[in-house]
């Protein structure tokens, strides 16, 4: 045999067992981020402010979109891990259910954006709310375990 088509055989072989490990790391990092998604969803539901907590990193941040109002012009809102596990934890945040659909995982390296759809009925404060929409999600892979590291809600 050709040595020059031994070689590029190898490349071709090389090349070719790369690109299914890393779609196989890829598939398995999106099942992962995408049960992540739904157990978090779920925690808050469940009023398990521990695994509520644990999914999200320390420097966890929500951001929101406020509409505008007579008074006021649309604006964004952000707020951090603590005061939102600590709202779930003492009940003054609880939830009836949480529905996501529509899920999508875009993995770049350690990091993974989540776009959805949510449906959910929360009290917070004593006042209930039903709300629907879209959002966003980021993870990030840190010390070998996906984190949620910010929220956008639009």
Not at 115 to 140: F, I, L
Request: charged share 15%; aromatic share 10%.
């Amino acid at each position: 045999m050709n040595p020059l088509f031994r070689f590029c055989a190898c490349v071709v072989a090389i090349v070719w067992s790369s690109s299914l490990l890393a779609a196989a790391a890829t598939t398995t990092d999106s099942v992962a981020i995408l049960a992540a998604e739904n157990a978090w969803a779920q925690s808050a539901v469940n009023n398990d402010a521990t695994t509520f907590a644990g999914l999200m990193s320390d420097d966890y941040t929500i951001i929101e979109l406020v509409p505008a109002t007579s008074h006021r012009g649309a604006h964004w809102t952000t707020a951090g891990k603590a005061g939102w596990v600590a709202d779930v934890r003492s009940k003054r945040e609880t939830y009836a259910y949480v529905h996501l659909r529509n899920l999508q995982v875009f993995l770049d390296g350690n990091i993974a954006t989540v776009t959805g759809e949510y449906a959910q009925k929360a009290t917070k404060n004593g006042k209930t709310s039903v709300d629907s929409g879209a959002y966003v999600n980021t993870w990030e892979k840190r010390n070998g375990r996906w984190q949620l590291i910010n929220s956008v809600f639009p």
